[in-house]
């Protein structure tokens, strides 16, 4: 038995579920349910579509690279059964996918943290930049109190030689 | 079932039932294109005489998978900006594939065994 993953999503397909397409070039699709199928059917780009697993790992929103990706891998030979190796590896699965599941989290919280960052930012730079919102520019004109002063920067001769250049 | 569209102008999707739509089913996918684009110029083979395509189906365009009736019917299309818009595609990163969805769930790159000599 295995469990495929889908075409466009890339979640798991158990037995019995979901739906495969056969192309006649022989390649195989399948998929996890209709909507991923629907989704293939108009030929859209699952890299462009936000929700599935290629979109996310693409952009940053998941962990991309982790020793914990190494273990689940199509194996096309066959493995001798032996009980001892069975009950370590179902053994190991849970603990692996502990250590995935905190890692995975912890990535998103690292990738959170950012955002915050950025926001401040930006409310910074508005707040610096955008006065002329909350007063019109003719009284700012009057009164220079309401503005930030003016910061002088030294522009180095080099630079402006090298521009010309250009 | 089905019924018509509003907003379409052109004729080709103007209908959302299958049978209007069946052209685009047999419309080859991003990744054949790419793989016939990626062969070299030597291993592509001439073009078969077939009298059911338009202009016996010697003019064909790769990228869009079409036929065309004439040179300058096919030069025109090069020109269009569908055509184009798939050129670039083409240009850009191998499209999507059941690898790229397996890495992308988590799993590692296939195990094929030690090789066999």
């Known amino acids: 038995m295995r469990i495929e993953k889908c075409w466009f999503c890339s979640s798991a397909v158990y037995p019995g579920h979901g739906i495969q397409f056969v192309r006649n070039d022989a390649k195989i699709f399948r998929f996890c349910r209709s909507k991923c199928h629907k989704n293939f059917k108009m030929k859209r780009n699952p890299r462009k579509v936000k929700w599935t697993k290629a979109y996310r790992r693409l952009h940053g929103k998941d962990m991309t690279q982790d020793s914990t990706f190494e273990f689940e891998r199509r194996r096309n030979r066959p493995e001798r059964y032996d009980r001892n190796v069975t009950e370590n590896t179902l053994k190991a699965i849970k603990t692996i996918d502990k250590v995935r599941s905190r890692r995975e989290s912890k990535h998103i919280e690292r990738r959170k943290k950012g955002k915050k960052g950025q926001q401040m930012r930006e409310a910074v730079k508005e707040l610096e930049q955008s006065i002329s919102l909350v007063k019109a520019p003719a009284i700012l004109r009057e009164d220079p109190s309401l503005t930030l002063p003016k910061i002088m920067v030294k522009v180095s001769q080099a630079q402006e030689s090298q521009r010309m250049e250009e | ?117």
């Open chain 2, 1 to 117: 079932m089905g019924g018509k569209c509003p907003h379409r102008h052109v004729k080709k999707r103007r209908y959302s039932h299958k049978t209007a739509r069946r052209t685009q089913f047999l419309l080859k996918g991003a990744d054949m294109v790419y793989d016939a684009l990626k062969k070299p110029d030597e291993e592509r083979k001439p073009l078969p005489l077939d009298e059911d395509l338009p202009g016996m189906g010697q003019y064909y365009c790769l990228h869009c998978d079409r036929y065309f009736a004439n040179v300058s019917v096919r030069d025109e299309h090069f020109k269009t900006k569908r055509h184009r818009k798939k050129v670039k595609e083409m240009l850009g990163p191998a499209p999507h594939t059941q690898l790229d969805a397996d890495l992308a769930s988590g799993m590692g790159m296939p195990d094929n065994g030690p090789k066999l000599s």
